[in-house]
């Protein structure tokens, strides 16, 4: 099993930053990829990022540029630094893992509120 908690969101003005952190624990040695979701007022959840046991990292074409996604394997954590902060960036951000011990499982975290607002 694996677990999943995010933290670091909050109310930031537009133009600001936050960063976002997902601490795994559990069994932590079957995940593989990583990634951020966000799912915004009435809207459905959408890919932000992702980044791979290699470092290998991909981008929701909305958030090129201003956000980075990276991950620290010791510390068992991955992380979302976003930048430049848009009204339209206000979502509920959920952070997710790929785990395969015996076939792929998808874990999330609960999520954590993200409010872009002057």
């Known amino acids: 099993q694996v677990q999943l908690v995010e933290s670091g969101g909050g109310l930031v003005q537009p133009g600001g930053s936050l960063r976002l952190s997902c601490a795994a624990s559990g069994s932590i040695f079957s995940i593989s990829d990583m990634g951020w979701y966000r799912q915004p007022p009435g809207k459905e959840r959408e890919l932000v990022a992702r980044i791979t046991t290699g470092f290998s990292t991909n981008y929701a074409d909305s958030v090129k540029g201003r956000f980075t996604i990276s991950r620290d394997n010791a510390k068992n954590t991955v992380y979302l630094q976003m930048n430049s902060l848009k009204p339209e960036d206000t979502a509920v951000y959920y952070c997710?893992?790929?785990?395969?011990?015996?076939?792929?499982?998808?874990?999330w975290g609960q999520g954590t509120q993200v409010t872009v607002s002057s």
């Open positions: 997710s893992a790929l785990s395969t011990p015996y076939r792929p499982y998808t874990y």
